[in-house]
């Protein structure tokens, strides 16, 4: 069974100051791991995906399937990161997304 | 409002009543995802429709289900509601099922049980 793991509940850092959320996955299969964000009053929506090797809105994420690891990575947090994000993995095959309980980011000014 | 929408916003009813949530895809999607957020569990798969068919099933109860209109628009039925079913439902759309096809979030109904 698959299982994503997001051992911060809460994190606040200083505006300007570099931000890792982590997460932590399990399963036995080579997984497609992403990263959603919901701001304030806003809907759930995409961030990034390990497939697309992209940098959205300044964060980056790499792959690490020898520690099952997906930490979401920006050097220099903005207050408008601050938000809810969740790590989601998607097994070989499915397309539905298994979340993980969510890092609520604070960034302060 | 062309994106994923959801009624009602809120809903409350009493234990062992029945309701039924609805989700209205993005112009285009086939593809319809519920979701269950809940306080103690996180985000959780229900189930997933796609065209009108069952495409994949999750952690749903024997108490739930779900169909797929043939106009793309979906329902979620909950039954004999328990106070542990408190929680927000999301739906989500995506134009195909597949990993390079994102899926578009709803703004969630939110079900209280008292």
């Known amino acids: 069974a698959q299982r994503v793991t997001q051992p911060e509940k809460l994190l606040s850092v200083f505006k300007g100051a570099p931000v890792e959320l982590k997460c932590n996955y399990s399963y036995s299969g080579s997984p497609e791991l992403f990263w959603y964000v919901q701001y304030s009053r806003q809907r759930l929506q995409l961030l990034l995906r390990h497939i697309s090797r992209e940098s959205i809105k300044g964060f980056t994420a790499d792959l690490n399937k020898g520690e099952t690891s997906f930490h979401l990575k920006k050097p220099f947090a903005q207050e408008e990161d601050s938000a809810m994000y969740y790590c989601?993995?998607?097994?070989?095959?499915?397309?539905?997304?298994?979340f993980g309980t969510g890092t609520r980011l604070t960034v302060i000014p | 409002d062309s994106g994923v929408t959801q009624t009602p916003k809120h809903l409350i009813t009493a234990t062992g009543q029945r309701v039924t949530l609805r989700c209205s895809p993005r112009?285009?999607?086939?593809?319809v995802y519920w979701y269950q957020q809940s306080l103690d569990q996180g985000l959780q798969f229900l189930i997933q429709y796609y065209n009108g068919e069952e495409r994949a099933k999750g952690n749903i109860l024997e108490r739930f289900s779900a169909q797929q209109f043939p106009d793309l628009h979906s329902e979620l039925n909950l039954s004999s509601l328990e106070l542990g079913d408190s929680a927000l439902y999301f739906c989500?759309?995506?134009?195909?099922?597949?990993?390079?096809?994102?899926?578009?979030f709803g703004p969630g109904t939110r079900l209280t049980v008292t």
């Open positions: 112009s285009g999607d086939l593809s």
């Open positions: 989601a993995l998607t097994p070989t095959g499915a397309n539905n997304l298994f």
């Open positions: 989500a759309s995506s134009a195909s099922p597949g990993l390079n096809y994102e899926q578009y």
